[in-house]
C-alpha cells in the first residue's frame, strides 16, 4: 500500500515517526539455540536489515543492529559488523554456522513464529528466503492469535523463534534500556532463587540422610548400652 500511496498520492501522504524496535528472539532455553551462541549469531548476520527495511517495510523504517533506536541526545549505538559488506556479513554466517555444527547435508530446521497479521507475515516469509539462501535453513513459519501466541511465548515450550517488539513511552534511551534492566533484574533473582531451592535441597538431603541413619544408629547404641533390650531381636 505505501508505494501506491507514494505514487499515486504524495501529497496527502505524510508518514509520522515513532521510537519503536521491531525484532525477533531466541528461545534459549532450549535446543537449538540454548548455549549455541554461534547458531544464533549466524542467523542474525544471514539477515540483510537494508532490503527488510527497503523492500519489504518500505514506510521509512531504519535498519537496526541495536535495541536501542537514535533518539533525541543520544548516539545509536552500532557493532562493528553494522559496517561490514553484505559477502563479508554472509560470509561470516556460514562460518559461524559451520562451527555450530550444521552444514547443507545436515541443515537447521527451525520454526519461526509471529502473531498473526498481514506485514509481519511478509517479515517472516523473506527472513525464512534469507536464511534458506545464505545458510540452507529450512523454516516453517507459524502464526497464532494475539493472546494465543502471547501465552505461546511465555511458557517458552512451543517455539524457537518467535516476534518481539516494543514502542518507547517517551523521547529518552531509558524507555528501551529499563527493559533489559528488567530482564537483567529477574535473572538476577532467578539465580537467587535457585542458589536458595539448591541451599534446601541439600539441607533436605542432609536430613534425610539423618532420618535414615538413626534407627540404624538407635540400634547401635541400644546394642553396646543395653544389650538385654536387643536380645530378642536375635
Known sequence: QIPWLRKNLPDE??????????????????PPFKDNVPLRKALAL??????????????GEIASYGWVPPLTGYRNQQPERAAWTREERNAEARRLYAEAGYSAGNPLRLQLLHNTEINHRRLAVAMAAMWRDVLGVETEILNQEWQVFLQTRRTKVDTQVFRYGWVGDYNDPYTFAEILDSIAFTIR?????????STLTAQQRMSGYVVGFLPIGLAGFLFIAAPSFTDPLF
Open 46 to 59: 544471514a539477515l540483510d536489515r537494508d532490503i527488510l527495511v527497503g523492500k519489504i517495510t518500505g514506510a
Open 189 to 197: 533473582e532467578r539465580v537467587r532463587i535457585k542458589g536458595e531451592i
Open 13 to 30: 501522504l505524510h508518514i509520522a515517526p515513532y521510537l519503536g524496535s521491531y525484532v525477533y528472539g531466541f528461545n534459549t532455553s532450549q
